[in-house]
């Protein structure tokens, strides 16, 4: 029994050395590879809404373990690929393996060092720049960061031909259960600060990502980037992206009943009230039109948010990238708890103003 221990204790040891090599040796231009096992953590999700309940039932699988694999990615700007079998596969192998793009955080001597985590699910644009160009700002500040690649995106493209946000849709409800479980991927992996993992969702991810954190109440904080609720009735009035995926999904017979149908495995507005109101943020643009100010409304007033945890920017959907340098740094500033160095105006204000 004793040999035996000592074996699992050399064995754990073996594992972790490995996946501590991958991410140092992505910095050093080196490549490496570990695999490792995992386990689902075990869920305690209940709510007293039957309706609700429901929709808890729907995104649960039995628990169990399952390998991930991570692959240093040396000279792409980012540190590795984390891979794992999503929990509710499809039968398409090219989506079913999810993708988990690393961030790793750094001491000042350029290696990688015990920090918190961030989850990031990315928002409609297929190259996912916005996702990219936070996700660095996080690790900078000192936060493990994992981009999810939602079903079509990335290493999980369809091929040619393929609509990465119709894929994403249609494979909502996989999208949801593979949130909750790279939480459990994430706690496993070396250089994790004990504690709660932070998630956050930018537009389309937004979405998915409310809907992850309502159903699984153990991320903490939650920080929604102009996003909102009412899936349905963002689709079908807001304008620009907005339009061209509600025209993909028609031109795939999504429509009407159906389309509501498929909207509803990412729709938040159902399990908007399991999140924690004073552990959730949400950063909107005062003149968006591709997600109306009556979707971010309408997710606000669901979880119960106050003012001081609805911000807004002066900007649309699209000009936020102006001030995305400034909203990545708030951001960063709620998940590691620390006094916001920018504040960003409420609703009778318009823009981002700095303390200084």
């Known amino acids: ?16 050395g490995l996946l501590v090599a991958c991410v140092h040796s992505a910095h ?75 961030y790793a955080a750094r001491g000042e001597d350029g290696e990688a060092m015990e920090a918190p985590a961030v989850l990031m699910v990315h928002s409609l644009h297929p190259q996912m720049i916005v996702a990219d ?45 593979d949130c909750l479980r790279a939480r459990d991927v994430i706690a496993a992996l070396p250089n994790i600060k004990p504690g709660p993992i932070a998630l956050q969702g930018t537009s389309l991810g937004g979405f998915v990502a409310a809907t992850a954190g309502g159903i699984e109440q153990a991320f903490d904080p939650v ?29 795939r017979g999504y429509r009407g009943e159906a389309l509501g149908d498929l909207l509803e495995p990412v729709e938040p507005l159902r399990v908007a009230h399991r999140l924690n ?27 119960g948010l106050d003012d001081d945890h609805r911000m807004w920017l002066g900007t649309n959907h699209y000009t936020t990238l102006l001030l995305l340098p400034a909203a990545a740094q708030h951001m960063a500033d709620i998940i590691l708890g ?8 409420p609703t009778t204000k318009q823009g981002i103003e700095s303390h200084d």
């Not at 079908?236 to 028609?250: E, I, K, P």
Request: hydrophobic share 45%; aromatic share 8%; glycine share 8%.
């Open 223 to 251: 920080v929604l980037l102009i996003s909102g609720g009412d899936c349905y009735n963002a689709l079908m009035n807001g304008q620009h992206d907005a339009m061209f995926l509600r025209q993909a999904l028609n031109r």
């Open 1 to 16: 029994m004793l040999v035996k221990q000592r074996l699992k204790l050399i064995y754990a040891v073996l594992a972790v």
């Open 28 to 102: 050093a231009g080196g490549v490496a590879e570990a695999t490792f096992a995992a386990t689902d953590s075990p869920k305690a999700r209940v709510d007293d809404d039957p309706k609700v309940q429901a929709i808890l039932d729907a995104v649960s699988w039995d628990a169990g373990g399952f390998e991930v694999r991570c692959t240093a990615t040396p000279g792409l700007g980012y540190d590795a690929l984390v891979r794992f079998d999503s929990p509710m596969p499809t039968g398409k192998r090219q989506v079913d393996r999810v993708v988990l793009v690393w």
């Open 338 to 345: 620390e006094e916001p160095r920018l504040k960003i105006a």
């Open 133 to 177: 160009h936070l996700a660095k700002t996080f690790a900078m500040r000192g936060l493990h960061t994992f981009v999810l690649q939602l079903p079509g995106y990335g290493h999980r493209w369809g091929g040619q031909g393929s609509d990465p946000g119709v894929t994403a849709l249609v494979h909502g409800r996989q999208a949801v259960a």
């Open 277 to 303: 109101p004073e552990r959730t943020w949400m950063i909107s643009a005062r003149d968006d039109v591709t997600i109306p100010r009556a979707s971010s409304d309408a997710l606000a007033q669901a979880v």
